[in-house]
T-cell receptor, first 116, second 114 residues
Framework: NAGVTQTPKFQVLKTGQSMTLQCAQD?????MSWYRQDPGMGLRLIHY???????DQGEVPNGYNVSRSTTEDFPLRLLSAAPSQTSVYFC???????????????FGAGTRLSVL | SQKIEQNSEALNIQEGKTATLTCNYT??????LQWYRQDPGRGPVFLLL?????KEKRKERLKVTFDTTLKQSLFHITASQPADSATYLC?????????????FGQGTTLQVKP
């Protein structure tokens, strides 16, 4: 199993450009989440999904869109990038009823995004 | 408002000593608490989970305590090694434990010196 795969690993955007951060998992996990990590701020939840077709907002959803058409994929879209969105983005998946249960998160390696 | 706080200052200790990291929270009644390890340039990796009805959990050299009265969890690494150097994050379920929603602390960086 590859686990959680994020692409791209690095990206530089100009202000106003749009892009999609890809996230795929091959563990058949129901739950998927997007976080951003900034120095001194820890991981902040952007959007999450408890299953295909179901998404909800996290702590910092503004400027980001998500959709979940399949169990495996959970892309994060930046519609009009701003310098404040410069960050490291992590995707995670979890199975709340799996071994160990209780929503243990499996993280991808991250996407490092710079918006100029 | 709901908050999770970890000591933002780096913790520097000598090899062989016990490292103790703190996670405090306010305005939560979490059903469980998790601890993760994050190495530079990588995603966090799950270490331990402790439920609200458990006082203590152990895994090899790791020990976690959970005091729901003090609203605090302590994370201990005994006989620390330079390889334990990393950032450690605590996380709580926000709202119902079935929402898939976790709130993370900002993390504490541990440096173990040989």
């Amino acid at each position: 199993n590859a686990g959680v795969t994020q692409t791209p690993k690095f990206q530089v955007l100009k202000t106003g450009q749009s892009m999609t951060l890809q996230c795929a998992q091959d563990m058949n996990h129901e739950y998927m989440s997007w976080y951003r990590q900034d120095p001194g701020m820890g991981l902040r939840l952007i959007h999450y999904s408890v299953g295909a077709g179901i998404t909800d907002q996290g702590e910092v959803p503004n400027g980001y869109n998500v959709s979940r058409s399949t169990t495996e994929d959970f892309p994060l879209r930046l519609l009009s990038a701003a310098p404040s969105q410069t960050s490291v983005y992590f995707c995670a998946s979890s199975n709340p009823t799996g071994p160990g249960g209780k929503n243990i998160q499996y993280f991808g390696a991250g996407t490092r995004l710079s918006v100029l | 408002s709901q908050k999770i706080e970890q000591n933002s200052e780096a913790l520097n200790i000598q090899e062989g000593k016990t490292a103790t990291l703190t996670c405090n929270y306010t305005n939560y009644s979490p059903a469980y608490l998790q601890w993760y390890r994050q190495d530079p340039g990588r995603g966090p990796v799950f270490l331990l989970l402790i439920r609200e009805n458990e006082k203590e959990k152990r895994k090899e050299r790791l020990k976690v305590t959970f005091d729901t009265t003090l609203k605090q969890s302590l994370f201990h690494i005994t006989a620390s090694q330079p390889a334990d150097s990393a950032t450690y994050l605590c996380a709580l379920a926000a709202g119902s434990s079935n929402t898939g929603k976790l709130i993370f602390g900002q993390g504490t960086t541990l440096q173990v010196k040989p």
